[in-house]
């Protein structure tokens, strides 16, 4: 498949074991964020998301966590899996720009070692 | 419910030339989102299509346009291309309303030679 990134920042994390994935945005009236990943020779894959009235959100093995004052967010994923291996974008939506048009991050490659 | 679909799948163009791309959005979305992945610039947004309208749009050349049909199914055409189009031309789907989750299809890789 197609390379997403050629020097993305990359996570090594062993099976089983947690994993936090981090992200620094951009905008401070960014008020949506949505978590994606993206395997290879794939489009990105939905996975969580929040508002920015929340700090933390539970899916199934993932949450999400948003601190507002330092524009950071993180996703963390638990009992990671081989299948978990991807990269993993975050993406803002300024309040104002538009339903939409969200501003993504460069991305993070996990590797899941057996 | 089938996801987003986009087609061709792969296409190679030489540098002049133009390009059109399509997006089926899934079956009840209403709009459609067009971005440019590469690996040097990542993720950019193009422009957003709802009820055959554009919406919003992104900092890209006029050469980047496109459309959006009635049933709500969207083309992206790309003229005069450069080098430096060849990318992964990727569109999501979304209900249109207050909901914000957006849909990603498989992309359509763009070589320009």
């Given at each position: 498949?197609e ?9 090594s ?5 947690n ?5 620094a945005y951009s ?7 949505i978590?994606?990943?993206q ?14 009235n ?8 993932v949450t999400?966590l948003l601190?507002?004052?330092v524009?950071h967010?993180?996703?963390q994923?638990?009992?990671t899996?081989p ?9 803002e ?8 048009k ?9 590797k899941?070692?057996? | ?6 087609t061709?799948?792969y296409l ?13 959005p ?7 989102s ?9 993720l ?10 554009q ?9 980047f346009?496109g ?6 199914r969207?083309?992206m055409?790309?003229s ?7 990318a992964l031309?990727l569109c ?7 909901a914000?989750e ?8 763009l070589?320009?030679t």
């Open positions: 498949g390379s997403v990134g050629l020097h993305l920042p990359t996570l994390v062993q099976e089983g074991d994993s936090i994935i981090n992200c905008n401070s009236a960014s008020d949506y964020f978590w994606y990943k395997e290879s020779g794939k489009g990105p894959q939905f996975i969580i998301d929040i508002r920015s929340m700090d933390k959100r539970q899916g199934q093995r999400v601190n507002k004052t524009k967010l993180s996703l994923i638990a009992a899996q299948g978990d291996s991807a990269v993993y974008f975050c993406a939506n300024p309040r104002g720009s538009g339903t939409y969200y501003i993504f991050g460069t991305g993070t490659r996990l899941v070692l057996a | 419910k089938a996801g987003v679909t986009q061709p799948r190679i163009k030489t540098r002049g030339q133009q390009v059109t791309l399509s997006c089926s899934i079956s009840g979305h209403r709009s459609v067009w971005y440019q992945q590469t690996p040097g610039q990542g950019q947004f193009l422009f957003e299509y709802f009820s055959e309208t919406r919003n749009k992104g900092n890209f050349p006029g050469r346009s459309r959006q049909f009635s049933n709500s969207s083309e055409n790309v005069t291309l450069e080098l430096g189009d060849s031309y999501a789907s979304s209900l249109g309303d207050s914000y957006q849909y990603f299809g498989p992309g359509t890789r070589t320009v």
